[in-house]
């Protein structure tokens, strides 16, 4: 009798242990695929600008959206990427992440020029497996755009140019940052 408790509360044990294990794995393996709670949109993270050849890097390679400091002043102005009507940004993640959080700084340096701020009408996807999610739509985005959406996988994010800004044509994004947010 005694014996077979003991192999009982053994048995126990080693479930208790096993099932610890799991959940130690899963739970990292959870953080991996929520990017750690990490901006996903940096070039040390593997994120590539897929639409690069129609797009156009202000100031060469500097206008990168994977920046660290987007209030970086140029003699010029501030770096950026540009697009035009009809065309798209596209960033591409390394893998497969779950995100729920987008924020992305538009042009806003108009006051060095004594002109008025800038909207722009902008759409914006999240893309898994070639299937393209729509997480924004706006005639009137402006400065930084902060979009909280449901937790999906994302392997790319892409921005389109629907109809420029009130300035002129175009698109201009100076930084992308894209993770998981606890809720």
Same mark, same amino acid.
């Given at each position: 009798?005694?014996?077979?408790?003991?192999?009982?509360?053994?048995?126990?044990?080693?479930?208790?242990?096993?099932?610890?294990?799991?959940?130690?794995?899963?739970?990292?393996?959870?953080?991996?695929?929520?990017?750690?709670?990490?901006?996903? *949109?940096?070039? %040390? +993270?593997?994120?590539?600008?897929?639409?690069?050849?129609?797009? #156009? !890097? @202000?100031?060469?390679?500097?206008?990168?959206?994977?920046?660290?400091?987007?209030?970086?002043?140029?003699?010029?102005?501030?770096?950026?990427?540009?697009?035009?009507?009809?065309?798209?940004?596209?960033?591409?993640?390394?893998?497969?992440?779950?995100?729920?959080?987008?924020?992305?700084?538009?042009?806003?340096?108009?006051? *060095?020029?004594? %002109? +008025?701020?800038?909207?722009?009408?902008?759409?914006?996807?999240? #893309? !898994? @497996?070639?299937?393209?999610?729509?997480?924004?739509?706006?005639?009137?985005?402006?400065?930084?755009?902060?979009?909280?959406?449901?937790?999906?996988?994302?392997?790319?994010?892409?921005?389109?140019?629907?109809?420029?800004?009130?300035?002129?044509?175009?698109?201009?994004?100076?930084?992308?940052?894209?993770?998981?947010?606890?809720?």
């Amino acid at each position: 009798m005694k014996k077979g408790l003991a192999y009982i509360i053994i048995f126990f044990f080693i479930i208790q242990y096993t099932e610890q294990n799991c959940i130690r794995q899963f739970k990292q393996q959870q953080t991996i695929l929520k990017g750690n709670h990490k901006n996903v *949109l940096q070039l %040390q +993270q593997g994120s590539l600008l897929s639409s690069k050849k129609i797009n #156009i !890097l @202000n100031f060469g390679n500097n206008g990168s959206i994977f920046k660290d400091n987007p209030y970086t002043i140029m003699t010029n102005g501030v770096d950026f990427n540009y697009c035009h009507i009809g065309s798209y940004i596209s960033i591409a993640l390394m893998q497969k992440y779950l995100l729920n959080k987008l924020k992305i700084w538009l042009w806003e340096y108009d006051y *060095l020029f004594q %002109q +008025q701020f800038r909207n722009y009408d902008i759409i914006i996807y999240a #893309i !898994l @497996n070639n299937k393209k999610t729509k997480i924004y739509e706006s005639k009137y985005a402006n400065c930084i755009i902060t979009i909280e959406f449901s937790d999906q996988f994302v392997e790319e994010f892409q921005v389109l140019n629907v109809g420029g800004n009130t300035i002129n044509l175009g698109l201009h994004i100076i930084k992308a940052v894209a993770y998981y947010k606890y809720s």
